[in-house]
């Protein structure tokens, strides 16, 4: 006789340890993948998981097995050929005819190059962002700027008419009238009883029963004067407002498009911009992307352009900041939205323009930006811009700037951006 | 006599064809293909049957069917793997899985229509259950009633040690012994039964008492200032097969909670040792009774028209046997062969042709269900395939042998299903299927005891068929393990040696 057990409401996520031990020891590999991946995204593509490769080699499990050689004995069915003594020639590849060693077959996984696996948006998003905190986050927790949220919170006796609540004041309603009534039909239950019991009694008591009758109908009368419903019941539901961090965030991507600016420069850039996004998306609710391009004028423009649309022409850096503060101004109330910038730059400025641009990032727009970032993508000197930064990253602890040369420092880089952020602050 | 009594074109109520099942549905059916169970005289374990769902399948998949276990990244890259495979459509999900536990517990999917779940129970909670229960190897070698309260136990004993040592040190020794897991068995020695008590309660004592043995072992004070003889003394003193007891028992620096590890992965081994080794008599056996108990019950009438057409379509399916030069062919199919087998077993019993008579004297004519039975209860794929693979059989398959020499430019067949070939195809097959002739043949040699207490394990090729390089990484692991150089030969055939491996100590 067997016993049946219906298993389907049973946790399903039984593997999920032996998945994060996967992912625990496949650590380093799955990152260098995750950083491949990141150039192939758009900015703003966070939703999705990511495919992962690693070699086969590095997740396989050794055992002893036998190689290929030697002499091996098999049989095969479905003859249909062969005769006694024939000589074949060794097939190929090995599958169909045999002649490969079983152990190639026992060990599983060989002969796939690449171990492939899906990683959740979660999974993906916490191994890109393993131990990065949010720029800035402790020392602005104060000043952050506040928003409300109304809640509910219990009920009240006042209110408006929307928000009463009606099986609340009606459970109100009925306690009153049991609370009310109850004495009084017990007592008119126990005079019904005492005029039975002068009824049943073979001597007449009309008098008696006259004045307990009377008695009922005063009670009575007193029990259908309870109101069936009393301003005393009702219940409204009562709403509460409570602060909320701002969840809103706009990010900036300020990059010169000038003729010295080349695919390549810029696509290590888009790289960094979507380290960036992601990177705050994890933080905030609402994410806006602001794309400014400059090479000696600034514009606005949407994502497609900023990344590949060719320019030519000098190179003004302030025209960018100068576009950045009026779109803060007209559009991001500063007490509302937290802003980021990123600027990528390959270094080159006008060079009577760089002091211009200290003067109005720190002086303008360093205090209504949660975080500034610079980054100047080059092989070469620095300029006269990345002095003028230097002085403004002395000086300012949210203001960030790094060097980065080639598409393998982004991610170190990034990381050292946000990394070093708590100990500037607190040393500042 | 054997053949039960048919009585065809009875009106009875016929069980429903679903095709969706329901409980009361799946008891009905339970119960008829008991009943017919207990008239071919099967002898099973009590039944558990669990429903669950396709992700639940893949949890068990990915822990080697078993119900609980340790946990362990290699779990997790199965399931990964198992995962994607189905979530891309690559493979499909076996319909069931069955452990050899007391009650036996057998997995059911959900999505399974009511005659597939028919089908998984005349399969596996009648067919393997009672195949656990009867063959001398699973009754000599496992423990059914006690395997679920070793796991729980393992369990246990693996999370609280990464608790106490680090996830890290813990998988480093896990990964060492699942690179030597298949030689973690005894293959001889009738290893003694486990229980989750006894072992919690020898637990303490076992590891005090192997420390103190190994630092006994080591104890390298001279007894006497003249200079000892030296004596070429090997220890062991004969080689050992079980590489894995070996080093529980014996590696010098392990700590305790090391050996206890050790002995988890080799006991795990030993169980699923017999499964190795009877995967064609298993599932030949699983299969045949499911086609003889649902055969029966549709003789009776209780099963309908589309239930047995549904039934025989996914029977078919799975003792199909591809030729060696289709594209679906990969090796021999253990469902094909063990059916084919246990049907011609019956073949020969009740119509038997001369040839039976001259080539299987002890089966033809004999009365088929007590030969069947017989067949299943003391044989392994290998003594079976040797004992009853007939003449019919070979030809059936159009079995050929080759013999591929490496050293050689062509294969050479060998023999073909002809008068001559019948034997050496049988041979053949049988060694096939021989678990020596598969693993490669490498055993504890000898420890320099007196020297730098070095390991050399020895392997004896057979037809000099070399290792595969992944020795290199399994060399490392042993080295892991042993705590001192380790070192892997290979005895030639003319009797010379060659170091194929080894791993040295680092310096400290």
């Known amino acids: ?95 169909g005819g045999g002649g490969t060693g079983d152990g190639d077959a026992s060990d599983s996984g060989e002969g796939q190059d690449e171990f492939s696996f899906q990683i959740s948006k979660d999974e993906y998003l916490d191994l890109l962002f393993e131990d990065l905190a949010l720029p800035n986050l402790r020392k602005t927790q104060q000043k952050q700027m506040i928003q409300y949220e109304t809640f509910r919170s219990g009920y009240q006796t006042d209110g408006v008419p929307s928000n009463l609540d009606i099986v609340r004041s009606l459970k109100g309603s009925v306690a009153r009238r049991i609370a009310l009534t109850s004495g009084k039909k017990r007592e008119v239950k126990r005079l019904k009883m005492e005029i039975q019991a002068f009824l049943d009694d073979p001597h007449e008591h009309p008098i008696e029963i006259a004045a307990l009758e009377k008695r009922i109908a005063e009670l009575e009368g007193k029990i259908k004067r309870v109101p069936f419903i009393d301003s005393f019941d009702l219940r409204f539901k009562n709403y509460d407002k409570r602060a909320i961090p ?35 998306t994890r933080n905030y609710k609402d994410v806006e992307v602001v794309y400014i391009r400059h090479h000696t004028q600034a514009k606005e423009v949407d994502e497609q352009e900023f990344f590949y649309s060719q320019e030519t022409g000098g190179t003004i850096v302030s025209s960018a900041l100068k576009l950045m503060l009026e779109i803060v101004q007209n559009r991001y109330d500063a007490g509302e939205w937290n802003v980021y910038a990123a600027q990528a730059s390959d270094g080159d400025n006008w060079a009577d323009d760089s002091p211009s641009c200290r003067q ?7 205090p209504l930006t949660r975080y500034y970032s610079y980054i100047e993508i080059t092989q070469r000197q620095h300029q006269s811009l990345w002095r003028e930064y230097e002085t403004i990253a002395s000086n300012c602890d949210n203001f960030a700037m790094k060097h980065i040369q080639s598409a393998e420092d982004i991610f170190p880089t990034f990381r050292e951006l946000f990394k070093s952020q708590h100990t500037t602050a607190d040393g500042a | 006599m054997g053949t039960p009594n048919v009585k065809p074109d009875r009106p009875k109520a016929m069980l429903s064809d679903g095709p969706d099942w329901t409980f009361s549905l799946l008891t009905q059916y339970e119960d008829e293909i008991d009943r017919v169970a207990k008239i071919y005289k099967l002898d099973t374990y009590p039944n558990q049957i669990e429903i669950i769902t396709a992700e639940q399948m893949m949890d068990a998949y990915a822990s080697i069917g078993m119900p609980i276990n340790y946990s362990h990244w290699s779990f997790g890259k199965k399931f990964i793997s198992t995962e994607q495979g189905y979530r891309r459509g690559q493979m499909g999900l076996a319909y069931e899985i069955v452990i050899n536990s007391e009650p036996c517990i057998s997995y059911l999917m959900e999505e399974n229509t009511i005659t597939m779940q028919a089908l998984v129970i005349a399969h596996a909670c009648y067919g393997h259950n009672s195949f656990f229960k009867g063959n001398y190897l699973f009754q ?22 990464e608790e106490k040592h680090g996830v890290d ?188 008579y001259q080539e299987m004297p002890d089966i033809a004519g004999k009365d088929w269900l007590e030969t069947v039975h017989f067949a299943m209860q003391n044989f392994k794929d290998e003594s079976f395939i040797s004992q009853f693979l007939s003449p019919k059989l ?30 050496l195809i049988r041979e053949k097959l049988s060694a096939q299927y021989n678990l020596s002739n598969l693993e490669p043949n490498i055993q504890v040699y000898n420890v320099d005891v007196r020297g730098d207490r070095s390991l050399t394990l020895r392997y004896i090729p057979q037809n000099g068929i070399p290792l595969a390089k992944s020795q290199h990484q399994v060399m490392k692991h042993l080295h892991r393990l042993w705590g001192f150089d380790v070192k892997l030969e290979q005895k030639n055939e003319d009797g010379s040696l060659t170091t194929l491996a080894r791993c040295h100590s680092g310096i400290g």
């Open chain 2, 169 to 356: 040190e813990v998988e480093k020794i896990m990964d060492s012994c699942h690179a030597l897991m298949n030689y973690g068995v005894d293959r001889y020695k009738r290893p003694s039964k486990i229980s989750m008590v006894e072992e919690q309660a020898r637990l303490a004592d076992r590891a005090e008492y192997l420390q103190s043995q190994v630092n006994d072992l080591w104890r390298t004070l001279p007894q006497s200032n003249t200079v000892p003889e030296i004596k070429e003394v090997r220890f062991p003193s004969e080689p050992q097969e079980n590489i894995l007891y070996f080093i529980e028992k014996k590696a010098p620096l392990l700590e305790p909670w090391q050996r206890e590890l050790v002995r988890i992965v080799r006991k795990i081994s030993q169980y699923f040792y017999p499964q190795k080794q009877t995967q064609v008599m298993n599932e030949g056996w699983a299969c045949f009774w499911h086609y003889h108990i649902l055969n029966h019950l549709y003789d009776e009438g209780k099963v309908t028209d589309s239930f047995i057409m549904e039934f025989l379509h996914s029977h078919t399916a799975v003792v199909a046997q591809p030729d060696y030069n289709s594209p679906y062919y990969s090796g021999i199919n253990p469902y094909a062969l063990g059916f084919a087998m246990f049907m011609d077993i019956k073949r020969m019993c009740t119509d038997p042709t001369p040839e039976d």
């Open chain 1, 1 to 95: 006789m067997a016993h049946f057990i219906d298993r389907r409401l049973n946790s399903k996520g039984k593997s999920t340890v032996n998945r994060q031990r996967f992912l625990r020891r496949y650590k380093n590999q799955i990152k260098r993948s995750i950083a491949d991946a990141v150039g192939q995204r758009s900015v703003t593509d966070v939703d999705s998981g990511e495919s992962i490769s690693i070699p086969t080699r590095d997740v396989s499990e050794p055992v002893f097995h036998t190689g290929k050689g030697g002499k091996r004995e098999q049989v095969h069915p479905g003859n249909d050929q062969f005769a006694p003594g024939d000589s074949v020639e060794r097939p190929l590849g090995g599958e």
């Open chain 2, 140 to 161: 000599t070698w496992t423990d059914a009633s006690s395997i679920i309260d070793y796991l729980v136990f393992a369990k246990k004993f693996v999370s609280d040690c």
């Open chain 1, 360 to 366: 109005i990032l720190t002086d303008k727009i360093l």
């Open chain 1, 246 to 280: 701002t969840s809103k965030a706009v990010m900036f991507c300020l990059m010169d498009v000038s003729g010295s600016m080349d695919q390549a420069t810029k696509d290590i850039a888009k790289r960094f911009y979507i380290l960036l996004y992601l990177f705050l």
């Open chain 2, 394 to 423: 070979i030809r059936d398959f159009k079995f050929f042998a080759i013999n591929d020499d490496m050293k050689q430019d062509f294969i050479e067949i060998s023999a073909i299903h002809n008068e001559q070939g019948y034997r």
